[in-house]
């Protein structure tokens, strides 16, 4: 049980436009939901915390509006990275929480932007 | 400040070798400490959890200790596969603000040759 699975897993856009990456907890509820951005070799950083029916809370330096996070319903969350840029290529990963406590945060397979 | 140190930062071993990553926090108040295995292109997966109280965790060829004294802990990898290669995050998780935060270590890139 607890699979996290994200679509798409990897991603090439150009420029200018969005991309949006799908977050789904596959076998349970999550009250919670995670997104972080991995550049190469460095570890993994906290973008955004989202509650289903709520909005997202942001980790300082992240752009609320860049990045959208919607979390609709208990089994998906989406991010959407608006008006893309190089600068936005990176790893991007999120994970599921059952009760939002974070004590057991399950990951998904992270999907690779690139953007040209 | 809320910091998790990992070495060293990468490592080469024989296949069949045994290897011992380290994890230093200043992660206070402390909850709980994980390792993870994250495969080049893929998500992290839980390897061990310990809280304040315990010292030692395996999963098959995998032990972590943990000295909640001096902060630090250690992953114990035995008679090493070449599917370990990967990178070992040690991530901490604090108390602040009402809910649990993760912090995390950046991480030791191994690599098991034949």
């Known amino acids: 049980g607890a699979v996290v699975s994200q679509h798409p897993s990897w991603v090439i856009c150009k420029s200018g436009t969005s991309v949006k990456i799908e977050c789904r907890s596959l076998?349970?509820?999550?009250?919670?939901m995670f997104w972080y951005r991995q550049f190469p070799k460095q570890s993994l950083m906290l973008m955004a915390t989202?509650?289903?029916?709520?909005?997202?809370?942001?980790e300082q330096g992240v752009e609320k509006d860049k990045f959208l996070i919607n979390h609709a319903s208990l089994t998906l969350s989406t991010l959407t990275v608006t008006s893309a840029h190089p600068e936005d290529s990176s790893f991007y990963i999120c994970?599921?929480?059952?009760?939002?406590?974070?004590?057991?945060?399950?990951f998904g397979p992270g999907t690779r932007l690139t953007v040209t | 400040k809320n910091q998790v140190e990992q070495s060293p930062q990468s490592l080469i071993i024989l296949e069949g070798k045994n290897c011992t990553l380290q994890?230093?926090?200043?992660?206070?108040?402390?909850?709980?400490l994980r390792w993870y295995k994250q495969d080049t292109g893929r998500g992290p997966v839980s390897l061990t959890i310990?809280?304040?109280?315990?010292n030692t965790k395996s999963n098959g060829r995998y032990t972590a200790t943990l000295d909640a004294d001096t902060k630090q802990s250690s992953l114990h990898i035995t008679a090493s596969q070449l599917s370990d290669s990967a990178s070992y995050i040690c991530?901490?998780?604090?108390?602040?603000?009402?809910?649990?935060?993760?912090?995390f270590g950046a991480g030791t890139r191994l690599a098991v040759h034949p």
């Open positions: 994970s599921a929480s059952r009760d939002g406590s974070f004590y057991e945060q399950y």
């Open positions: 310990m809280t304040f109280s315990e």
């Open positions: 994890c230093n926090y200043t992660v206070s108040p402390f909850s709980n």
């Open positions: 989202s509650n289903e029916g709520s909005k997202a809370t942001y």
């Open positions: 991530v901490v998780t604090m108390f602040s603000g009402g809910y649990n935060k993760l912090i």
């Open positions: 076998d349970f509820q999550a009250t919670t």
